[in-house]
C-alpha cells in the first residue's frame, strides 16, 4: 500500500514537541525535583531532566525548517546541556538536515554516534483502511481511553516497562493525562491495565507515543488495538498524517515496534542516527 506521508520537518518537530510538552507540564514540584528544562534555539527544541539516570529524555529536536542544522544552533544546544550538569544529550537531526561538513563539526562538537532509529509516516486515512486492531485483539482484553482516576496506573506501566525508575517520573509521566492536546489509551485485562500507548495532536500531524506491554499481555494484539484506537482519536481531532520512531533492525533484529506499525500501514520515511553530546 502506497499512502501519503508528511513532510519530514513537520515529522521532526511533532515528535520533539511531544516530548518536550510530556515532560515540562509536569507540576512545579516535580519539574524542581527533577531538574526538568527546556530551551528553544532557532525551530529546534531542546529538553533536559537533570535526575533522569537514563538519560533518555535529554534531547533535542526539531532542527532546521529548510535548511541544514547550523553551528549557531548547535552552540546553543550543546550549551544548554552543559549549564544544566548533564553528562550526555542527544541530538536527532533528519539526514537531510547535515551540512556536508558534519563530521568536522560532530568531531568539533563532541559528537558521538548513538543508535539508529526509523522514521515512520503515513495519511490516518490509509493507516485505518490497512488493518483493524481493536478487531483482532485478544477477546479477554478490551482497550478504552484512559480518564484521570486512572492516570497514575497507566504512568506506572508505562514508565516501569521502559525502566524508568527515578523517583517522579511516574508522577511527570501521570500528569499528561487529560491535556487538550494528547490522548492516552489502555489495554485492560478484567480491571488492571497491561499495555499502555498515548498519541499528541500537533495540528495536522499526530505522533504516536510511549507505547509500551507489560510481559504478560505480550503477543495478545493490545499495540495493534491501541495503534487503531489512538488513529481514530486523531483523525476525530481532526489530524491527517501519524508520525512515529522506532528502533532500526540490524542483521538478524526483530523489531516488534516495527512491524506492528508497518502492519497498521506505516512506511518508514527515513533512518536517522542519533548523535551523542557528552560533556
Not at 492516570?151 to 508505562?158: L, N, Q, S
Not at 509500551?212 to 487503531?228: F, I
Amino acid at each position: 500500500m502506497t499512502t501519503t506521508v508528511p513532510p519530514f520537518v513537520l515529522a521532526e518537530q511533532t515528535e520533539i514537541r511531544a516530548y518536550v510538552d510530556f515532560v515540562t507540564g509536569a507540576a512545579a514540584p516535580v519539574r524542581e525535583a527533577l531538574g526538568i528544562d527546556s530551551l528553544r534555539a532557532g525551530s529546534a527544541l531542546a529538553l533536559a531532566i537533570r535526575e533522569d539516570t537514563s538519560r533518555f529524555f535529554n534531547r533535542a529536536g526539531g532542527f532546521g525548517t529548510d535548511e541544514p542544522i547550523t553551528v549557531d544552533v548547535l552552540a546553543q544546544v550543546c550549551d544548554f546541556y552543559r549549564e544544566r550538569g548533564l553528562l550526555q544529550g542527544a541530538l536527532m537531526v533528519a539526514p537531510s538536515l547535515l551540512p556536508p561538513d558534519w563530521a568536522a563539526t560532530a568531531d568539533e562538537w563532541n559528537l558521538g554516534p548513538g543508535n539508529r532509529l526509523v522514521k515512520l509516516g503515513c495519511d490516518i486515512e490509509s493507516a485505518l483502511s490497512a488493518t483493524d486492531g481493536v478487531a483482532a485483539l485478544d477477546p479477554s482484553l478490551r482497550v478504552e481511553m484512559v480518564e484521570s482516576h486512572h492516570a497514575y496506573e497507566w504512568a506506572t506501566v508505562m514508565m516501569t516497562t521502559f525502566g524508568f525508575t527515578t523517583p517522579g517520573m511516574i508522577d511527570m509521566a501521570a500528569s499528561s493525562v487529560g491535556r487538550p492536546n494528547w490522548r492516552q489509551y489502555a489495554v485492560w485485562e478484567g480491571e488492571r491495565i497491561i499495555a499502555v500507548g498515548s498519541v499528541f495532536l500537533n495540528g495536522l500531524c499526530a505522533n504516536m507515543f510511549g507505547g509500551a506491554t507489560l510481559p504478560e499481555g505480550r503477543g495478545r494484539g493490545a499495540q495493534s488495538a491501541l495503534l487503531t484506537a489512538r488513529a481514530r482519536a486523531a483523525l476525530a481531532a481532526g489530524c491527517r498524517w501519524l508520525v512515529a520512531e522506532t528502533g532500526a533492525e540490524g542483521p538478524g533484529d526483530h523489531n516488534t515496534s516495527l512491524h506492528n506499525m508497518l502492519r497498521a500501514g506505516f512506511e518508514p520515511l527515513y533512518e536517522r542516527l542519533t548523535w551523542l553530546w557528552h560533556a
